[in-house]
């Protein structure tokens, strides 16, 4: 098989030439120069020969399972093939599973059948009235007791005769598969006969040739395979009991397989979509025992052992006869019995070992790779270690657990989510502990990791170092939480407090992370050097500062790289391999989407390791609750109230320089307000902190991120192949800001409550230009304003002058007053300095959605209600009409319908009559490829009959591919002729086509299609369009109290109305708009210096204030009104004897030169 002759006979091996060309691939590395290895005769006559079948080697015990009903001819052909087959004396059990229904030729004929390799049994399903089908053989009819594994074979399969001694070298060769730890830790569910050619897990299926991929003499797959493979009886075991769990209801209803709707890649998924396994074709397979088997191996992260031969040899294949498995997308074929199918799929039957081949299979598979060598590929044929796929499974799993959680706060009930848990228990393979908690990192590490000494740290700024006192002596019983700090100040503390959570959930001391200075890791500072230590300290008292914890020289026995549900938080290791010096530890993946005190003790409460590294812990702890979901609260309060309060204290040197800034602030009014001016991308420390030039140099670019250092990374980098040169590609498509996280999450099923509750409520994270001028006019008058801004983020200059006359108020920075006053202020002392006298503030403008915003009205509240001063007045970013519309089309295009049997109407594209306006849609795209909602397509149509009109749009890249398509539904009351429609479709998920494959910005083509075609239809109708628009709105407005209650349509005009004003225009202050309070309303608003965030002059202006209320423009001069009547008129005159000139030309049976004109 590998060569071109067999020895002596000077003739060449047959080889199966694929349809493109032979493969030629490199010959496997044959480990002849390894002395130790036994070495294989160059001549053999019989597999016996081979020391896997010496009497003192223990053979796996093997129960043969053939599945029969009426396919006599094929069936007799694997029976001859098992009878010829070689088995060195062995006894090797066959049991022939009959279903009912069954012919009765077939049954006489197993009756008859004679097996001499050992016993064999005939059960008969007739007998007991039922009929199994395919799935419920290999479910019901294969469960054994013992230490037996299984190789079941339906009817169309044949095997080679060196089959068994495949199964048993292999099985020899990674370990004895009789030992359930061992295979469970080595993720191995069984050994394949066979090679696959196809990627039958995407749809279309594709060509995968394993010799393209490596050059291995066997490789690790995850995707189990049907036509002959040893399962291994443990792991059998294990998925009959998930197979029993995973289809009962609400996951599975068997009933949806015989109304399942649509074919090929239209074909409707089934079952509950929140536990089905992500991109994979077998989501729609019905009357299949596969896709649950597929199920398995992915959550669990399992793989399977095939071998890689030339031209895809195997030691079984398939002729995939005529049955109810062998139909495209799953239909049944009408039943051929005693023919064989002629037809034979290539890419499915592959060439079987023949006896003739010992010599050369021998040599090639005598020295199998060790097993941690074996190439690994997962479901989606993709190389990727088996960490990896464990890791990825696991997450998957904690991800079903997070759905049984989150109907039950949905009210479905306890019983669902005990479900869900049940499930993600068997799922997993890593049931739930007791009081005493697991550890799941050893559980998704396919070896344990090597223990290693740290490397010596980098030299960093000392002279931001602090003094170390000299640590406490450690007696070696302490166990120790450690985490990396995130940039940003108010990040950072919501941080320290999910830690200090942590720490008392795990009985672990407090390692207290520093603050990154510049957001970087060159520049850390103690906490203790900012902010006073001692308030916390009293409430956390087993804790110590990460320069006292590297005194100890510890190190964890691994990392773990949290991935939690903020889809922006990627897990990095930048500050552990910088300032711990643990660059030479290995990492893990670890979910966290459930991160409430349970789930912590579940995943790391027994972990003995005396340091416990977490990537990062924002947004990674969601309070404390019971084993049945009930909040325990007393914790709760302690999290909630007593902690938060405890954690910022400014130093007594601080505190007298607030007083001083505050006394100025108050000098003109009394009052004074605080302007977070928030930049989720950019925050840092401090506002006044430099970035220092080259201070990531020695970092790779890939892993920097100023708003978020220690949560930035590819996914699993850490676990990239050693043969790649560079790390794994990151395939997912983050969201381009924080914000526009926040904003796809609002609309994502599985988003968290608070995100969703505050969008509905208008609440701005965007704080763009168009939101700062609207919103400053909220602002009391003459109050000074104090600008707390983000990074290096200012308030632009016109637009600050011109509030500032408008408010007659004085808008200051911390520097300016520092200035003024004189006061020496220390680089440490700025970031305590600046949110302390923003927190003194009489009136608060915040951005809802930012950490720091909270953080300072956390404290605002905290001073009020220990009466330390009045409450504070609290207004948050509002946000303003900012629809999104594309043009897509503007002009009016006609179609002559021509008679077709399709209903095709016309196309737009490059190399077409007509093209589309804008084919750069690319802004209105958000992180998940799809149009950021709420997305609609917004068109008018007119029609000259009504039996014939616009059916199908079709936006896409390709043919029904990558892009939008959908039917277009008739307007309010139905088609009228000779009547302009406008119609509005909203888009759901449900109409993409691989939203994440298209390029949306180079959408340039568009199929229209109309309804009711007929081949022989007369001709003269048409259809014309005009104003296609694709529309994109973050304009969450709520009318009154509450999220709104107004329909879609009633709060959005169309997008032909809209008229977004020109750049020259936005510095030109608006006529006639109602005053606030102290201020211009609609004057603010020019200032903003992008078009995309001013509501159109047409529009009526809304804006909100504290309460929800709303305001609307005075109404137009009287003398436009005058102008736009005579103007209407004039108009009107002229465009109607336009009209009756085409009314006449189409009495006159007048056509146009083209049948697709404009």
């Not at 009426?70 to 059990?93: F, I, N, Q, T, W």
């Amino acid at each position: 098989i590998l060569a071109s002759t067999q020895p002596g006979d000077g003739e060449p091996l047959s080889t199966l030439t694929t349809p493109e060309s032979t493969l030629h691939v490199p010959l496997p590395l044959l480990r002849s120069a390894d002395k130790t290895q036994p070495v294989v005769p160059e001549f053999i006559s019989t597999i016996c020969e081979m020391s896997v079948f010496n009497s003192d080697v223990k053979r796996t015990k093997i129960v043969l399972f053939v599945f029969a009903w009426r396919r006599m001819a094929s069936l007799m052909r694997l029976l001859r093939a098992l009878e010829d087959a070689e088995y060195c004396g062995d006894k090797v059990p066959l049991r022939i599973i009959v279903d009912g229904g069954a012919l009765e030729s077939v049954k006489e004929a197993m009756h008859a059948f004679k097996w001499t390799h050992g016993s064999k049994d005939v059960f008969m399903y007739d007998r007991a009235g039922v009929s199994l089908g395919i799935r419920g053989m290999w479910i019901n009819a294969t469960e054994l007791p013992g230490e037996q594994h299984i190789l079941p074979l339906e009817d169309d399969i044949e095997v080679s005769p060196l089959y068994y001694w495949w199964v048993q070298h292999t099985a020899h060769a990674y370990g004895s598969i009789d030992d359930k730890t061992l295979m469970a830790k080595r993720r191995l569910v069984g050994i394949s006969l066979y090679t696959p050619r196809l990627n039958e897990i995407r749809y279309p299926q594709v060509k995968w040739l394993p010799q393209k991929a490596t050059d291995a003499v066997a490789f690790r797959l995850q995707v189990p395979c049907s036509w002959g493979a040893l399962f291994i009886g443990s792991m059998w075991k294990e998925f009959i009991k998930f197979y029993h769990m995973r289809v009962r209801p609400p996951f599975f209803n068997f009933s949806q397989e015989a109304t399942q709707r649509g074919v090929g890649k239209a074909r409707e998924p089934l079952g509950n979509p929140h536990v089905r396994i992500p991109s994979s074709r077998s989501n729609v397979w019905p009357r299949s025992w596969k896709r649950f088997m597929i199920d398995f191996m992915y959550g669990r992260g399992l793989v399977m052992v095939y071998p890689n031969m030339l031209n895809q040899r195997s030691f079984s294949t398939t002729y995939m006869e005529r049955g109810g498995h062998s139909g495209k997308d799953g239909k049944v074929e009408s039943l051929q019995v005693n023919s064989l199918r002629s037809d034979i799929d290539p890419l499915k039957t592959v060439p079987l070992v023949q006896m003739q081949d010992i010599s050369k299979v021998l040599k090639a598979f005598a020295h199998l790779p060790p097993y941690e060598e074996l190439p690994v590929f997962n479901l989606q044929h993709e190389p990727r270690t088996l960490d990896a796929l464990v890791q990825q499974g696991f997450a998957f799993t904690e991800k079903v657990r997070w759905w049984g959680s989150r109907l039950y706060e949905l009210k479905h009930g306890l019983h669902v989510r005990a479900k869900y848990f049940k499930l993600a228990d068997i799922w997993s393979g890593l049931p739930s502990p007791k009081q005493e908690g697991g550890c799941a990192m050893l559980h998704l590490l396919s070896a344990p990791p090597r223990v290693v000494a740290p490397l010596p740290p980098v030299e960093l700024d000392s002279s931001k170092r602090p003094a170390v006192a000299p640590s406490e002596v450690d007696d070696g019983s302490r166990q120790f939480l450690v985490y990396q700090p995130p940039s940003g100040l108010g990040e950072w503390f919501v941080s320290l407090r999910n830690a200090a959570a942590l720490a008392r959930v795990l009985k672990r001391t407090l390692v207290i992370p520093h603050l990154l200075w510049d957001g970087g890791v060159t520049s850390p500072v103690a906490f203790s050097s900012i902010f006073d230590l001692a308030p916390l300290r009293r409430l956390v008292a087993d804790s110590l500062e990460m320069d006292e914890f590297l005194k100890l020289r510890l190190a964890p026995m691994s990392l773990v790289l949290l991935h939690v549900k903020d889809p922006r938080l990627v897990p990095s290791r930048l500050y552990f391999d910088a300032v711990a010096g643990w660059s030479n530890l290995s990492a893990t993946h670890m979910p966290a989407q459930n991160c409430y005190s349970i789930d912590v003790t579940r995943l790391y409460g027994g972990c003995s390791d005396r340091v416990l590294a977490l990537s990062h812990l924002y947004a990674a702890f969601e309070g404390f609750q019971t084993t049945y979901g009930v909040t325990d609260e007393e914790t709760t309060w302690w999290f909630r109230e007593i902690l938060p309060d405890l954690l910022i204290h400014d130093l007594p040197a601080v505190k007298r320089k607030v007083a001083e800034t505050t006394r100025r602030l108050r000098l003109e009014t009394g009052n004074f307000t605080c302007v977070h001016l928030s930049a989720p991308d950019s925050a840092v420390i401090n506002s006044r902190a430099p970035l220092t030039p080259g201070s990531e140099s020695a970092v790779p670019e890939t892993q920097i991120d100023v708003a978020q250092p220690a949560a930035r990374s590819v996914p699993f980098a850490s676990n990239a192949l050693p043969s790649l040169p560079d790390t794994l590609p990151n395939t997912l498509r983050q969201p381009s800001t924080v914000c526009d996280g926040y904003d796809a999450e609002a609309s994502a099923e599985g988003g968290r409550h608070w995100v969703k509750q505050m969008t509905a409520q208008g609440l701005a994270c965007h704080v763009t230009e168009g939101v700062i001028a609207s919103n400053l006019a909220r602002l009391p008058p003459k109050d000074t304003v104090f600008v707390l801004a983000d990074g290096q983020r200012a308030l632009p200059e016109e637009l600050m002058e011109r509030a500032s006359a408008t408010l007659n108020a004085e808008f200051v920075h911390i520097g300016d007053v520092v200035a003024l006053l004189g006061l020496d202020v220390r680089t440490v002392e700025w970031p305590a300095l600046e949110q302390a006298v923003c927190v003194e503030a009489n009136t608060l403008l915040l951005n809802a959605f930012s950490p720091l915003s909270a953080l300072v009205q956390r404290r605002a509240r905290s001073l009020a209600k220990n009466g330390l001063r009045r409450p504070a007045r609290l207004l948050s970013w509002m946000r303003v009409d900012s629809d999104a519309c594309m043009p897509l089309f503007t002009r009016t295009a006609r179609f002559d319908i021509q008679p077709n049997r399709f209903g095709i109407l016309g196309q737009f594209g490059p190399e077409r009559k007509l093209q589309l306006q804008t084919v750069n849609v690319s802004s209105l795209i958000g992180w998940d490829g799809k149009v950021i909602p709420n997305a609609t397509v917004e068109l008018e149509v007119y029609v000259s009959n009504a039996s014939h009109v616009l059916h199908i749009f079709e936006y896409t890249k390709e043919n029904n591919l990558k892009g939008l398509q959908f039917q277009i539904p008739p307007p309010a009351g139905g088609w009228r002729i000779h009547t302009w429609h406008a119609i509005v479709v909203h888009i759901p998920d449900s109409i993409y086509s691989f939203p994440m494959s298209t390029p949306w910005d180079e959408m340039d083509r568009l199929e229209l299609y109309y309804k009711n075609p007929r081949p022989s239809q007369p001709k003269g109708d048409y259809i014309r369009i005009r104003n296609v628009f694709l529309r994109s709105t973050r304009s969450y407005h709520a009318r009154g109290h509450g999220g709104g209650g107004q329909d879609f349509n009633e709060r959005y005009r169309p997008c032909r109305e809209i008229s977004l004003m020109p750049a020259s225009q936005l510095n030109k202050p608006q006529q006639g708009a109602k005053r606030r309070t102290g201020g211009g309303l609609r004057e603010l608003a020019g200032a903003a210096s992008s078009a995309s965030d001013i509501v159109a002059a047409a529009e009526v202006v809304t804006t909100f204030d504290v309460a929800g209320s709303y305001e609307e423009a005075s109404a137009p001069p009287k003398n436009l009104i005058i102008l736009l009547l005579v103007s209407s008129a004039m108009c009107g005159f002229f465009v109607g004897g336009a009209w009756r000139l085409v009314r006449a030309a189409d009495r006159g049976g007048a056509r146009a030169t083209s049948s697709n004109e404009i």
